[in-house]
């Protein structure tokens, strides 16, 4: 399997590259800046980009966007029930103090149980809202992989201080989704490095009155 994080764009977000060693087929996960090194970093691994898949839509994960669809021509999924955080991003920057470009429209969006090929990898769409209404989680079950964004973070959850955000739904999309996965399912967010599902149930504060 390629997994090839780097972090990228004004919050330094992670953005993923993953794909499938034989085909080299690859799809980028919220590439949030710095899209010329993401377009770099892909030539090295000399793969193809298949797809570009945004686990919600804050300024921070799109902001590589527009250029890296323009170089690679890859479809754009997004949550289907992201659409009003994405047709906002330039407000979302303003409130920041970071100039954001409009984004293209996406190919696909997403809802519960849709699957993205990968080269031989199937990524699986979960519905977590919570930190944003239209979040989605990708999980690969053969490499025993989730992607979750801003959703759960080693030791911490996401934000839930933002417009169309409910600390409630988040707690509900933990506890009801990601928790069920296997405990040794690695999971790469949005932000901090990686852990493991296990390790949350265990150690996660804000989650840890339920297990
Ligand atoms: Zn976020």
């Not at 080299?24 to 377009?39: F, K, M, N, Y």
């Not at 945004?54 to 021509?73: I, S, W, Y």
């Not at 409009?102 to 080269?119: A, F, N």
């Amino acid at each position: 399997m390629i997994l090839q994080m780097m972090q990228v764009g004004p919050l330094g977000t992670n953005c993923y590259i993953v794909g499938d060693d034989d085909s080299r087929e690859v799809t980028v996960i919220d590439p949030g800046g710095h899209a010329r090194q993401i377009l770099e970093t892909i030539r090295s691994l000399r793969a193809t980009v298949t797809g570009i898949i945004l686990t919600h839509a804050h300024f921070d994960h799109v902001m590589g966007v527009e250029m890296l669809k323009r170089a690679t021509q890859a479809p754009l999924y997004v949550g289907e029930n992201e659409k009003p955080v994405f047709e906002n991003v330039e407000q979302q920057g303003e409130r920041f103090g970071v100039a954001v470009s409009p984004l293209p429209d996406p190919e696909h969006w997403l809802k519960e149980g849709d699957e993205i090929k990968v080269g031989k990898l199937t990524l699986h769409v979960l519905n977590v809202p919570g930190h944003s209404p239209g979040s989605i989680a990708l999980y690969e079950p053969e490499n025993g992989v989730v992607f979750v964004g801003d959703v759960l973070m080693r030791g911490t959850i996401g934000r839930t201080d933002f417009p169309g955000c409910s600390l409630a739904e988040l707690l509900r999309s933990i506890r009801g989704k990601l928790f069920t996965l296997p405990d040794e399912t690695q999971v790469y967010s949005g932000h901090g490095p990686m852990t493991t599902i296990g390790e949350e149930k265990m150690l996660n504060p804000f989650t840890k009155n339920y297990v």
